[in-house]
């Protein structure tokens, strides 16, 4: 129940195209979902976040859709460019919790 | 700017060997996590303290994980007696708030500890 499911483990797209990567999870406690980017030889950094209260949530290029009640939300990247060539991953916590749980993560790769 | 940083970048121990590893977290921030990342996973959570209060340690795999924090800042992770299975990146993240994982949290580099 603590999972959080992340599909597909990879993914290959041509610039300003838009990789779309899902994740599922069980917890209905869980009430914060980021989204991290991680490149080679550096830890993740936040990307964008979404509550469930809200089914959609963009910060440039980058967009967030949640659906609550098939407990799964996605990434949306437009226009991707080869910079956004990096692994991303999906987590899940709560609310007073301390513990974040992650996806196993997307390895994107955007042709040039 | 100054970021959370780790030390060492990299660590090769023998089996058995005791290791630990530095966090220097981003100056004021309450919050202080340890995460386990396996060759292509994702981050995995060990431990949490507030200030210098550890208060879950849940995910550390075994009594051979201690973590602290003594004065509210910079953290260790150490491991005893190694094992192969210990091999890993160990990443540490601050975030400015108590309270827990919904703050914003920065990561550090982390650490790569490969056990021979």
């Known amino acids: 129940q603590q999972q959080v499911k992340q599909s597909p483990q990879s993914l290959i797209v041509q610039k300003g195209g838009i990789p779309i990567i899902n994740c599922a999870y069980e917890n209905t406690a869980f009430d914060y979902f980021p989204w991290y980017q991680q490149f080679p030889g550096k830890g993740p950094a936040l990307l964008i976040a979404?509550?469930?209260?809200?089914s959609e949530k963009k910060e440039g290029r980058f967009t967030i859709s949640f659906n609550k009640s098939a407990k799964q939300f996605s990434l949306h990247i437009m226009d991707s460019q080869p910079g956004d060539s990096a692994t991303y991953f999906c987590?899940?916590?709560?609310?007073?919790?301390?513990?974040?749980?992650f996806g196993a993560g997307t390895r994107l790769f955007v042709k040039a | 700017g100054a970021g959370v940083s780790q030390s060492p970048r990299y660590k090769v121990a023998k089996r058995g060997q005791d290791v630990a590893l530095r966090c220097d977290p981003i100056?004021?921030?309450?919050?202080l996590f340890w995460y386990q990342q396996a060759l292509g996973q994702g981050p995995e959570f060990l431990t949490y303290?507030?200030?210098?209060?550890?208060?879950?340690k849940s995910g550390l795999p075994s009594d051979r994980f201690f973590a602290e924090r003594p004065e509210g800042s910079v953290s260790t992770l150490k491991i005893q007696r190694t094992q192969q299975e210990d091999s890993a990146v160990y990443l540490c993240a601050s975030s400015i708030l108590a309270g827990g994982s919904t703050d914003t949290q920065y990561f550090g580099p982390g650490t790569r500890l490969t056990v021979l």
């Open positions: 100056s004021g921030h309450v919050s």
């Open positions: 303290f507030q200030n210098e209060a550890q208060l879950d």
């Open positions: 979404i509550r469930p209260d809200v």
């Open positions: 987590a899940a916590t709560h609310t007073g919790g301390f513990k974040t749980i």
